[in-house]
């Protein structure tokens, strides 16, 4: 083997390692967001929510290593309601979240959703980005009913 062919087999290696890491990089790098939907929260009195009432709350976190603009959050509703979201007030504005910076939380009323009472397992919290990416909490589990839901 010559020295040019030598160069040539070296060349082709490393540019073929780094053309693996640069994809692994792409891959590792992208934004992800967390969603975590959470009801009958209590707060506590001065906290700027009726401390009477039971609240939910969804926690969003960007758990990637690229900053994420959330541009809504709202609650997905089941089929067969009429409508298929609960848009949540605090979470119209949008926010940029960072890789780093801490979960976003909004809350939640709980007042009148016992009308989802049936389907309390399919309500899901969902996060829109400004890549038009959409992002939804898991389903609760049997254990984690919430107080409006009944006694089913």
Same mark, same amino acid.
């Given at each position: 083997?010559?020295?040019?062919?030598?160069?040539?087999?070296?060349?082709?290696?490393?540019?073929?390692?780094?053309?693996?890491?640069?994809?692994?990089?792409?891959?590792? %790098?992208?934004?992800?967001?967390?969603?975590?939907? $959470?009801?009958? =929260?209590? /707060?506590?009195?001065?906290?700027?929510? #009726?401390? !009477?009432?039971?609240?939910?709350?969804?926690?969003?976190?960007?758990?990637?290593?690229?900053?994420?603009?959330?541009?809504?959050?709202?609650?997905?509703?089941?089929?067969?309601?009429?409508?298929?979201?609960?848009?949540?007030?605090?979470?119209?504005?949008?926010?940029?979240?960072?890789?780093? %910076?801490?979960?976003?939380?909004?809350?939640?009323? $709980?007042?009148? =959703?016992? /009308?989802?009472?049936?389907?309390?397992? #399919?309500? !899901?919290?969902?996060?829109?980005?400004?890549?038009?990416?959409?992002?939804?909490?898991?389903?609760?589990?049997?254990?984690?009913?919430?107080?409006?839901?009944?006694?089913?």
């Amino acid at each position: 083997m010559t020295l040019g062919e030598l160069t040539a087999v070296a060349g082709l290696c490393f540019g073929l390692a780094g053309f693996v890491l640069g994809v692994l990089n792409y891959i590792r %790098d992208r934004h992800r967001i967390f969603v975590l939907l $959470q009801w009958d =929260m209590e /707060v506590s009195p001065g906290s700027g929510f #009726d401390h !009477t009432k039971k609240w939910g709350a969804i926690r969003v976190t960007n758990v990637g290593r690229r900053a994420s603009y959330v541009s809504h959050v709202a609650l997905k509703i089941p089929e067969g309601y009429g409508h298929s979201h609960l848009l949540i007030a605090g979470g119209i504005h949008g926010k940029k979240l960072s890789e780093g %910076d801490p979960s976003e939380v909004y809350m939640v009323e $709980q007042n009148g =959703m016992g /009308v989802y009472s049936k389907d309390w397992r #399919d309500v !899901t919290a969902q996060v829109n980005d400004s890549t038009g990416k959409t992002w939804k909490s898991k389903k609760l589990k049997k254990a984690e009913k919430p107080s409006w839901a009944g006694k089913q």
